[in-house]
């Protein structure tokens, strides 16, 4: 296994570019230099093995040096969400108490709080300039936490997954052989790299010796100028950026990516449809923080015959779908999603209870619910948090949410079960229309009731400009959740709110 990859690359292709940002590109050479003179002056400043390194900034070249640097001295690289609010980022770095953090000028009235020493970017070169020497490397296990990722974020205190050394090279041996990358490979990094996203393609691609093009914040436009200039070949969004990308999108992709994978949540079939017939070969991929992060492929002709699915395992990634006493679920029967292999994390950072709850028996129970059909391919279901029983029927909100989206007036949507006196739980589905379209609930209704059993129907409504996004890009199902109650008090006060309701 390789630990110190920064070393290895810099050694065997020194010259060839590595990252770009900002109109600059680093070499793998450079890149090496750099994660040297950060290990070495983190060294000075006493840095030991297991100590957490923090990062907060956009999307920027530190991430990955600080990444680098760590198997030189086995410090755990930590990025932390530049988009929290400063009370709910102070929590997180009281538990998780980092030796120092590498901070964006901009993230400063969040670290007012903060106990350790900060190092602000527009002083970086000056701080690392006065740098000292390395120390003989640490001994490390496969089993050494690399990475502290947090995952979800919107539901709480955020928990922070501790990835080990053999889940990251793990993930890239199924990311390379599996989406067959190379050295001719190029990716954009538009997604944010505090997430778990930065090993959907940015470290898989440093293995394999491809370009990684950094983009700091998200905008369509300039993610097609970027992919043009570079020629990017690989293309990874998830599904709310592939909508405001399509916006953005003349007729023809030219040159269309080799491969675009839609990850995070469940990516809409009229959303795949739009960009296929625009010669871009867009699929569904599937993964967790806690797994991979790349779970998941198919090949183009499994792609366009089956788009709902997210296909086979990865190669080193065993998949069993079980039902709650642990039993193998039969062919198309739902279950939870459970995996087991090298590329999966070791635990929460100081929450035994929930990583017990997580790895049981061997195994990672996911929480996502699936299927796998008699070809072998595995569909995402929805997940078990969020199906909720209307009637003693279960409902996945994923079903009708694909089948919503599928209106021509629908935006965005999300669908959450809701209490109800009579039912239980019902649906409750959020809307957003297409500017210049209009479509009531009754339209809506009517829509669905010829896709879908009765009992899916949702019976109210809440129709929104558009749906609130987590720091990651996905639909924000709580904040949903806090508007729909907020709404409703005020519907009862007022009669005005947009919500909706059926008897
Ligand atoms: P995170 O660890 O923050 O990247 O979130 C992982 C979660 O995103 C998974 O556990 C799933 O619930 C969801 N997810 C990822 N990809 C898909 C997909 N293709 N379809 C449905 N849900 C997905």
Redesign the pocket.
């Known amino acids: 296994m390789i630990f110190d990859l920064a070393a290895w690359r810099g050694a065997l292709t020194p010259q060839r570019p590595a990252v770009w940002h900002e109109g600059r590109w680093l070499s793998y050479g450079a890149l090496a230099r750099r994660a040297e003179r950060l290990a070495a002056r983190l060294h000075a400043l006493g840095v030991t093995p297991g100590e957490r390194v923090g990062v907060l900034a956009p999307n920027h070249p530190v991430h990955l040096e600080a990444l680098l640097a760590a198997p030189k001295l086995g410090f755990v690289h930590t990025p932390f969400n530049h988009r929290l609010a400063a009370p709910e980022l102070g929590a997180l770095l009281r538990e998780i108490a980092p030796r120092l953090v590498l901070a964006a000028r901009e993230c400063a009235p969040l670290l007012e709080a903060c106990a350790a020493p900060v190092v602000f970017l527009d002083r970086y070169e000056d701080w690392l300039a006065d740098c000292g020497s390395l120390p003989p490397p640490p001994a490390l296990s496969a089993d050494h936490p690399w990475m502290l990722l947090f ?2 974020g919107s539901t709480g205190v955020p928990k922070g997954a501790l990835i080990p050394y053999r889940q990251v090279f793990a993930n890239a041996v199924n990311t390379v052989l599996a989406w067959e990358l190379g050295a001719a490979d190029c990716a954009i990094q538009a997604t944010p790299m505090f ?2 996203a930065v090993n959907v393609l940015a470290t898989p691609l440093l293995y394999a010796g491809g370009r990684v093009v950094l983009m700091s914040a998200f905008d369509p436009q300039e993610y097609l100028q970027l992919a043009r200039a570079h020629g990017a070949t690989l293309w990874f969004m998830v599904p709310t950026m592939y909508q405001r990308l399509l916006g953005a999108l003349e007729r023809e992709l030219a040159p269309a990516p080799r491969l675009a994978i ?6 809409p079939l009229a959303l795949i449809e739009a960009f296929r017939a625009r010669g871009l070969p867009l699929r ?7 797994a991979g ?1 790349n779970c998941f492929a198919l090949d183009e002709a499994q792609a366009r015959a089956h788009p709902d699915a ?1 296909g086979l395992p990865m190669p080193l990634l065993r998949a069993a779908i079980r039902r709650a006493d642990g039993s193998e679920c039969a062919t198309d029967e739902i279950g939870e999603l459970t995996l087991s292999g090298p590329a999966v994390f070791s635990g929460y950072y100081g929450k035994p209870e929930e990583t017990a709850q997580a790895l049981r028996g061997g195994w990672l129970w ?3 619910l699936a299927r796998r059909d008699a070809q072998g391919l595995h569909y ?1 279901v929805g ?1 078990r948090k969020e199906m909720y029983i209307s009637g003693g029927e279960n409902v996945y909100p ?1 079903e009708i949410e694909a089948a919503l989206a599928a209106h021509p007036a629908v935006a965005e949507c999300a669908v959450l079960g809701v209490s109800h006196p009579d039912w239980g739980e019902t649906g409750l589905a959020c809307v957003a229309l297409k500017p210049g379209t209009s479509a009531g609930t009754e339209a809506l209704r009517a829509f669905l009731r010829e896709r879908l059993a009765a009992y899916k129907l949702p019976r109210a409504f809440l129709f929104l400009d558009e749906l609130p996004k987590t720091a ?1 890009g996905k639909i924000d199902k709580p904040a949903l959740r806090k508007r729909y109650q907020a709404a409703s008090a005020q519907e009862e006060k007022t009669h005005g709110a947009s919500v909706h309701r059926e008897a």
Request: with cysteine; proline share 4%.
């Open positions: 995952t979800g997430h778990a839609s990850g995070g949540a469940p990516c569904q991929g599937y993964g967790l923080t806690e992060v997210v996911t929480g996502d995402l997940r994923a990651a």
